[in-house]
Structures are given as C-alpha cells and as structure tokens.
C-alpha cells in the first residue's frame, strides 16, 4: 500500500472507467483499473462487430485518466476482511475502497441444445468465435436470431443488410420495452430488409440443434447459426467472495451503492443491486452509475455522508442496420413514451450517441466531477417505500 488512499477498481466497462476517472479527483487517491483484457470493449457495437462493420474496441490510452494504473488479469476472489484482492495471475491486489464493477455477460439459455449449438453475443471473444462462424457460412445460409431486445434486433438487421437470411425468434413480443408506435416501425424496417420475424406466446425456443431451431408450435427451422441474446446474467465474483447478492448475482447495496455487507465497497452498472431494486442493465444507466460509485467512495475518505443514487433514463435507441433506426422516448423511470424517431433520422441519433460514449469517458478523464447528468426517477422512492425490491430484482433484465 502506498501513503495515498487506495482505491481498485474491478471491471474497465463503461461504468467502471466513468468510476476510475471520477475517482482521480484526489490528488491523494491512488487508483487501480483490474481488467481481464487490455483494450476497452464497446459493448453497444457488438453486434456491428459481428458483420465486419466495426471493431467495437478502444483504447484505455485515450479513455482513462493519466493518474489510473491499468492492471489486465482477472480478480478471482474479493477477501472482505482482509481488504485484498486474489488474481487469476497468482498475484493480491490490497485496496482501502473498492469498486464493484464487473458488468454482466451471458446467462445459461437453460434449452436444450443452446449452450452447445447456439452463439452468444454478449462479450468480445464471444462475438469474435461468432464472427469467424459466419464468416465462414455462405451468403445464403440460414441465420437465426433468439431474442427480441435491442441486441436480438440489432444483430438480426445488421446481418440482413448484408444480405443473409435472417430469421428472428422473439419468444414473446418484438422489442418489449418499446411503445407500441416504435415497436411497429421496427417491424416495418425488418420486413423491408426481409427478416422473418416469429413472435407471440407460441414462439419460444425449445431445442436447438446443429442445424435447426425447434420453436413451441411445433415448427423447426432450418439454422446454419443459431445467435442467442435472450437476457444476461452477471459474473459470480460476489457470490464466490461470500457477499450478499440478489438472485440474480448482483452485488446488494444500500441507495449510496454500499455494499451491505461492507461499506469499503461500492458497486456500479450491470452488477449492482441497490436497495434490491437494479437499474435496467444498459450503457445508459452505467455512465451513470459508475460516477456516482466514485463519489460514494470520495465522500467516505473526505468523512462525509454520501449521497443516494440518482438515475434517469432518458431514450432506448435501436439501430436497424447502418441507414435506419428508432430512437424511443423513454419517462425517467424508463417506460416508454409514445413519441419515438425512425428511419434515417433515427440511426443519426443512434450513431451521435454510440459515438458520443467513448467521448463522455475520455471527457470525464480529462476533467474528473465537470460533468453531472444524471436525473432522479421520482418512482424509485415509491417503490422502496413499497418493499417492492424483491420482486423487481427476480425479474429478467432486459436485452
């Protein structure tokens, strides 16, 4: 341990470099980044990187403040007690605070044939096994899409605009958290670029093979790759660590992001449940999030009460290939408004804001605490007030 207060953070996501860049504020906090590969993801790219149109990587150079020490291994164990950190390397990490940032990955698809035959999409290695996959199919082969979130839409348009045959199998309704005024543009814009599109009750996958996809109703469509982005789940660090999580493996705080069992650790973005009532799993809520996780911890070194979390959503933006999208109004509490843009107007706003991401970081490296804006969603008191957090907590995160 140096003489500064040390603080690590675990996870390089949108969340955990918005908290690592915050957290340089203090010329007398040391900071650490632990990362398991060295070049930044942008995750919200993923499924552009999956048909050859961008790589969806940054680099920490230009999105971490100078002050952060970047550390590329893998935390495999948090010792509470002892305030360290075991490496997948060999190596121990000790901290004063630390950051709880770890994001969220693919979940188990619990069908059967789906962990073996069917492709996530959810990380970067991930991707890149399923880029070289397709890759090496032909044009005209059969694609399958399982899942109507914004990650399921988006890889099915992409892939269309290419020119493959797409086929996208929703298992309830197309784009659930959408109003139903955006949600039909977004059926218009895949029927145009030919994706067959199988939603309702009756269309949840039930077996995949090598080669198909059998669905409910009884039908079995032919599959040379089968794509999986129905929901995701969270790593097990906290589980494997002895903290407490909800059930979905989320890291449990208090409304400061605190985790309840120890107050020298904080958490932010996908991993973090705090009061047991999560944020939706998005980019939008991690820029968020991780700032706030840093002033958490700042507060505590300065001796001083931190502040509750505060989010507000603002739009759900889906991209339908490189010339159309729908950018949906979204109420702070992030249900849908009717008013939504689409087509080329639409994937304008879609592309301003995936590119305005790597810039928020690299702005908040430049000049950590310059920026606030986040907005309270005035629901979010209602609801704690009506213990309603273990039922929002076993809910499946949106896509």
Known sequence: ?????????????????????????????????????PAFVDRIRLHQFVSGNHEAVGDYRELLAEGVRLVVDTVTR????????????????????????????STDPRVPGAAEFAHPIAGLEEAQRLRAVLDAEPATAPVTVVGAGPTGIETAAELAEQGRTVTLVCGGPLGPTLHPRGRRSVARRLAALGVSVLDGPDAK?????????????????????????????????????GLRTDALGRLLTDETLTSVDDERIVAAGDSAAPSDLPFRMSCQAAVQLGPQAAETVLSRIAGERPAAVEVGFV????????RAG??????????????????????????????????????????????????KDAKRGLLLRAGAGQERATTEPAA
């Open 1 to 37: 341990m140096s003489g500064n207060t040390d603080v690590v953070v675990i996870g390089g996501g949108y969340a955990g470099v918005m908290a690592a860049n915050r957290l340089t504020q203090r010329a007398d906090v040391t900071v650490t980044l632990i990362n398991p590969r």
């Open 326 to 375: 729908v950018f949906q109004l979204m109420s702070k509490d992030d249900i849908a408004k009717s008013y939504y843009l689409g087509g080329r107007s639409g994937a304008k706003i879609k592309e301003l804001i995936c590119r305005s991401v790597p810039w928020q970081l690299s702005y908040e490296a430049r000049k950590p605490g310059a920026r606030t804006w986040w907005s």
């Open 205 to 241: 996958v039930t077996e995949v093979t090598r080669d198909a996809v059998r669905i409910a109703d009884g039908r079995e469509l032919p599959s040379a790759v089968t794509i999986w982005t129905a929901g995701f789940g969270v790593p097990d660090l906290a589980v494997r660590s």
């Open 78 to 105: 948090i010792d509470a007690a002892g305030r360290t950190l075991a490496l997948a390397s060999g190596d121990t990490v000790g901290y004063d605070h630390l950051v709880y940032a770890v994001g969220s990955g």
């Open 315 to 322: 739009a759900t933006c889906v991209s339908l290939g490189r």
